[in-house]
């Protein structure tokens, strides 16, 4: 996309748009009326397929304004962006759905007018998202003038899940406490017989307010914090932040550490994706492929451990470059290690394949159709999945992904078969980019200083972890302090479609279908 020429376009679209500047080779920025912003968000749909994959609130009144939101568009098969801002009158906060014309749109604007009390005119359903229904009715936490309130109480009026009524039907309930350690969600099952015919989940059980401990945090902390947003994707969102921080600052790190940060984010998938591939095999009852894998995931978290001192990869990536490099016997010890990891996980896939009580629980199972998938923008492992080419790695290339052959895993299925089949593929491919990168490690320095950042001033970046994509917008605050920081991990996107992907199917094969898609509870309850 050109463009120079869509920024014409939109000049002629008698729109009102003002603003309008080509920030970089890959982002146009412009400034949309509230009262036209659906024309304008319909016709970047009708005119280059585009479509608003983060929103973000900010509470911009201390700075002289109302609310502003930005939408960030990105182009269907294109590598550019479009960074819209709307202005919303702090004495009239409310502004125009897109929730009848983007899923996910609607989910953003449940989540705004949670937190910051803004009105999603036109929205056809606002029950409460992140916030439960025991936080107080008027109390918007990401509000700059927010205070600590005490007056939560729950007085046990059921949340208005969707009924599914009729003869022969009924209703199980699952969580939100599980067996085991892992965090809370409800699952509420409509069934006849043992088929599921309708499902709803609830998240948030646990809504920590992250992205409220980013304001005025220093960018130290904030990194420390974008870590620990989900304990699997340290390295992906800490990536994802510091490319934020980096655009704010106007700066491009080291060709050193694009190829060191290459190898540190596919560590991470690797080590995600073998121990999702025994998970599931494991939910088909066949656990030796599982005990297999997680001895192959501790091997690769010791050697990260001996690469840059930590287990999950933490404190290796700082805005501007990296923290760790890497010596000549550290880098043989990481290319043998993989190749003899690889080559062991090659044959546990063997041996699992190979079993017809395997294959018989993953074929058909679970089925996202691509149309639903793209209907819900669902993205990621589910989307590759089901037939969708996508791959930020490759069509919004960061680090030094541009520079090195990568060949993005699709398959059509869209069943747990295939969910399974682009996890061993991903890992595979994980694994030769590692040798690649560190077989043209360029030399050099391994970081760039920042400059103080403008106070104001917001950036995004955008880093395709191993459960998909993940998004962060930095909004910088005086002396390099943080101002607003927005989060999207790829399980914000991916929870709903669950619910689509498990009916017809029959209740023991939840599990199985679940742990396809593996999500995570911490990246979507911020």
């Known amino acids: 996309m050109d463009l120079n020429e869509l920024r014409q376009r939109l000049i002629l679209a008698n729109l009102n748009l003002s603003g309008i500047e080509i920030l970089n080779p890959r982002e146009l920025r412009v400034s949309v009326p509230r009262e036209k912003l659906t024309r304008f968000a319909d016709y970047l749909q009708d005119a280059v397929h585009a479509r608003p994959e983060l929103i973000v609130a ?10 502003t939101l930005r939408y960030i568009f990105e182009l269907e098969r294109a590598a550019e962006f479009v960074v819209a801002s709307v202005n919303v009158p702090a004495e009239d906060p409310a502004f ?17 007018h949670d937190l910051f009390g803004l009105v999603p005119t036109g929205h056809p359903d606002l029950r409460r998202l992140p916030l439960h229904q025991f936080w107080p009715a008027d109390y918007h936490p990401m509000l ?20 599914v009524e009729g003869e022969g039907l009924y209703e199980i309930t699952v969580g939100p406490v599980h067996a085991g350690i892992i965090e809370p969600g409800h699952f509420r099952f409509s069934v006849e017989g043992e088929t599921i015919i309708n499902l709803e989940s609830r998240m948030y059980f646990v809504h920590k307010g992250i992205e409220k401990l980013f304001e005025s945090a220093t960018l130290d902390r904030g990194l420390k914090l974008a870590e620990r947003i989900s304990g699997d994707s340290s390295v992906a969102h800490a990536m994802a932040f510091c490319q934020a921080v980096e655009a704010l600052a106007g700066v491009i790190i080291p060709p050193r550490a694009a190829y060191l940060r290459v190898v540190l984010l596919e560590l991470e998938r690797l080590y995600n994706h073998l121990a999702d591939v025994g998970a599931i095999c494991t939910d088909t009852g066949f656990a030796v492929a599982n005990v297999h894998t997680l001895r192959l995931r501790e091997d690769l978290l010791r050697l990260n451990a001996r690469l840059v001192g930590h287990r999950l990869l933490r404190e290796s990536l700082v805005p501007g470059g990296v923290t760790r490099d890497f010596s000549t016997e550290q880098i043989a010890d990481a290319r043998g290690s993989i190749a003899r990891i690889i080559a062991d996980f090659d044959q546990v896939v063997d041996i699992a394949t190979s079993n017809g009580l395997v294959l018989d629980r993953l074929h058909g199972t679970g089925r996202l159709s691509r149309q639903t998938a793209r209907e819900m923008q669902v993205v990621g492992v589910p989307a590759r999945a089901s037939g969708i080419d996508e791959d930020a790695r490759r069509d919004h290339p960061f680090a030094a992904y541009a520079a090195l052959p990568l060949c993005v895993v699709v398959h059509t299925e869209g069943d747990v078969w295939a969910r399974l089949m682009v996890r061993v593929e991903e890992a595979r491919e994980a694994a030769r980019l590692i040798a690649s990168a560190l077989g043209s490690l360029p030399s050099g320095s391994l970081a760039v200083p920042l400059d103080a950042l403008l106070e104001g001033k917001g950036a995004f970046g955008l880093v395709e972890g191993w459960r998909g994509p993940i998004w962060h917008w930095v909004v910088a605050g005086k002396n390099n302090a943080l101002r607003r920081v927005k989060i999207k991990d790829p399980s914000f996107a991916n929870w709903p479609a669950l619910n689509y992907a498990i009916l017809k199917n029959i209740v023991p094969d939840f599990p199985l279908v679940n742990k396809s898609f593996n999500l995570s509870y911490a990246g979507n309850d911020l």
């Open 58 to 67: 900010e509470d911009t009144r201390l700075e002289g304004g109302g609310f």
């Open 96 to 112: 125009p759905s897109l929730a009848t014309r983007w899923y996910l749109a609607s989910r953003f604007e449940r989540e705004i």
């Open 144 to 163: 700059k003038d927010a205070t600590v309130r005490q007056d939560f109480y729950d007085d046990g009026e059921p949340y208005p899940f969707r009924r």
